[in-house]
């Protein structure tokens, strides 16, 4: 097999999808985070908090390949509300940096109608490159 999903020791199981896929040559695609926890719940329903879970939960998955964040090549973000995120960038920002540093890979924000799960107010995925 060329690839091997990733799956964070304790999370309830990803159905229908993979949490990560990691290829022969160290690309790990991380699919789409959102703000719940390895039990599938929302515990915040505020942005900042959500968007702490998904990062957390993007580290979950890299790590769980082997990785650290320097390693995150690109990240896309998917935001329900353009004018909280724009409100919020100093707490953006505070988040983003304890929970990923100050590594700042390529990355793409698109404001959606909503997402899948109506709780979440965004979704981020990542691609990374896990060496050796």
Known sequence: MSHKVIQPEGWAAAKGYANGIL?????LYVGGQIGWTAEQRFESHDFI???EQCL???MAV???AGGVAEDITR??????DKAEYMARQSEVGAVYRDVLGRH???MTMVVVAGLVEDEAL???????????
């Open 75 to 80: 990240l896309t973000w998917y935001v329900t």
């Open 23 to 27: 290829t022969k040559d160290g690309t």
């Open 62 to 64: 890299v790590t769980a």
């Open 56 to 58: 957390r939960n993007i």
């Open 104 to 106: 700042f890979p390529a």
């Open 122 to 132: 965004l979704e981020i995925e990542a691609t990374a490159v896990i060496s050796g």
């Open 49 to 51: 908090g959500q968007m």
